[in-house]
Nanobody, 125 residues
Framework: QFQFVESGGGWVQPGGSLTLSCSAS????????TGWFRRAPGKEREGVST????????KYADSAKGRFTISKDINNKTVYLQMNSLQAEDTGVYYC??????????????????WGQGTQVTVSA
């Protein structure tokens, strides 16, 4: 059974940094593109960043560009999301999942499966 487990969330002050981890089991990270998504309080889940099946192509939502970096370690079966200059608007539950359709990854969640349980990120003073 394919599964992701997210970790690394927590509380951080505005301007701070966090690195999220997404550990895969039951699949290898070069089978599918992997995406990070978040659900802010009272909002729909939105795409934050994706990394292609090969790892060569990354995409970012406009809100994440210049602040977040996605990467993956195939040997350790882990995808990372380095988040810098965090703002209150980044608060939410962060999830990772596999894009079953697009090898480069899409920021739309409709083609994703194998969602993890998420990790909470809270940015506040």
């Amino acid at each position: 059974q394919f599964q992701f487990v997210e970790s690394g969330g927590g509380w951080v002050q505005p301007g701070g940094s966090l690195t999220l981890s997404c550990s895969a089991s039951g699949l290898t990270l070069n089978q599918y593109a992997t995406g990070w998504f978040r659900r802010a309080p009272g909002k729909e889940r939105e795409g934050v960043s994706t990394i292609s099946r090969s790892g060569a192509v990354t995409k970012y939502a406009d809100s994440a560009k210049g602040r977040f970096t996605i990467s993956k370690d195939i040997n350790n079966k882990t995808v990372y999301l380095q988040m810098n200059s965090l703002q209150a608007e980044d608060t939410g539950v962060y999830y990772c999942a596999s894009d079953l359709k697009y090898t480069l990854g899409s920021l739309q969640e409709t083609t994703y499966a194998y969602w993890g349980q998420g990790t909470q990120v809270t940015v506040s003073a």
